[in-house]
């Protein structure tokens, strides 16, 4: 099954690690995109992911 990547909300925020600058253009899909297990881990391995703001009002 491919996910559908058209279907998405895109808005600008901070970065989730210091110095959190507002300069990302954060996009989130409608529907989840399904990855496997092992991508998850490789992903997680090969990337610093950590997240050190917590969330913020709107």
């Given at each position: ?16 690690t ?9 996009t989130?899909?409608?529907?989840p995109?399904?990855?496997l ?10 990337l610093?992911f ?5 969330p913020?009002?709107?």
């Amino acid at each position: 099954m491919q996910s559908d990547l058209t279907q998405c909300w895109r808005y600008e925020g901070p970065l989730t690690t210091p110095e959190c600058d507002e300069n990302v253009i954060w996009t989130v899909f409608r529907r989840p995109i399904l990855i496997l297990d092992y991508d998850l881990e490789n992903f997680r391995d090969d990337l610093f992911f950590e997240s050190y703001r917590g969330p913020q009002p709107l």
